[in-house]
């Protein structure tokens, strides 16, 4: 399984940006999506969540914010980011609970972080 994010940037304060993940493997199911960040000395907390079936879940800093979507078939999560402020500032980081099938097939399950991308609100 792997998951590849990408689309973060410098943006200034009252900007948007985008950012994308996506998963990829054999025989692969994806089940709960999500985005966590991780700022300047602080743990890394959960910014938003989408089930599946498109439930989603956001921490109470970005609600109204911030947007998490997902296309099943391409197996990806987007966050919209709006009205970006500085401490929004972090490291994002995507993940994915995933089931997947081996050749023999052994159901596999388990969650995949992505690489990180950095995130910079600053005038």
């Known amino acids: 399984v792997q998951l590849q994010a990408s689309g973060g940037g410098l943006v200034q304060p009252g900007g948007s940006l985008r950012l994308s993940c996506a998963a990829s493997g054999k025989r692969l199911r994806i089940n709960d999506m999500a985005w966590h960040r991780q700022g300047p000395g602080r743990q890394r907390e959960l910014v938003a969540l989408?089930?599946?079936?498109?439930?989603?879940n956001y921490a109470d800093s970005v609600k109204g914010r911030f947007t998490i979507s997902r296309d099943n078939a391409k197996s990806t999560t987007y966050l919209q980011m709006n009205s970006l402020k500085p401490e929004d500032t972090a490291v994002y980081y995507c993940?994915?609970?995933?089931?997947?099938?081996?050749?023999?097939?052994?159901?596999?399950?388990?969650?995949?972080w992505g690489q990180g991308t950095q995130v910079t609100v600053s005038s």
């Open positions: 993940a994915a609970d995933y089931l997947y099938y081996t050749d023999s097939d052994e159901p596999v399950v388990g969650r995949k």
């Open positions: 989408i089930s599946s079936g498109g439930s989603t």
